[in-house]
Nanobody, 123 residues
Framework: VQLVESGGGLVQAGGSLRLSCAASGDTFSAYSMAWFRQAPGKDREFVGG????????GYSDSVKGRYTISRDNAKNTLDLQMNSLVPEDTAVYYCAASRGYRYNTRDSDYAYWGQGTQVTVSL
């Protein structure tokens, strides 16, 4: 499966952004999906994940209550709605796919990755 992210950009603290990930090349509903992010000088970290059907979802503590992950299996898209952004959210955001039914929080569990989209939150 091929993944392409979009929607990143520059936003002021307190603002919102919506990231999208378009999947192609295989049956999208066969994959659990996740968003990860990597800030300069830091390891890549799990942000949120969603199961194949969309019924199972989870988030890291740092974004819980502010971010919402969703998917549309008919449109082959994965979204991440990000609200109440803070400068610490600045990072390159990646979508990732795994053939497992349920999402995982380790990046090593994902075989397919997009190229990433930059999110920058200013004061």
């Amino acid at each position: 499966v091929q993944l392409v992210e979009s929607g990143g950009g520059l936003v002021q603290a307190g603002g919102s952004l919506r990231l999208s990930c378009a999947a192609s090349g295989d049956t999208f509903s066969a994959y659990s999906m996740a968003w990860f992010r990597q800030a300069p000088g830091k390891d890549r970290e799990f942000v949120g994940g969603i199961s194949r059907t969309g019924f199972g979802r989870g988030y890291s503590d740092s974004v819980k209550g502010r971010y919402t992950i969703s998917r549309d299996n008919a449109k082959n898209t994965l979204d991440l709605q990000m609200n109440s952004l803070v400068p610490e959210d600045t990072a390159v955001y990646y979508c990732a796919a795994s053939r497992g039914y349920r999402y995982n929080t380790r990046d090593s569990d994902y075989a397919y990755w997009g190229q990433g989209t930059q999110v920058t939150v200013s004061l």
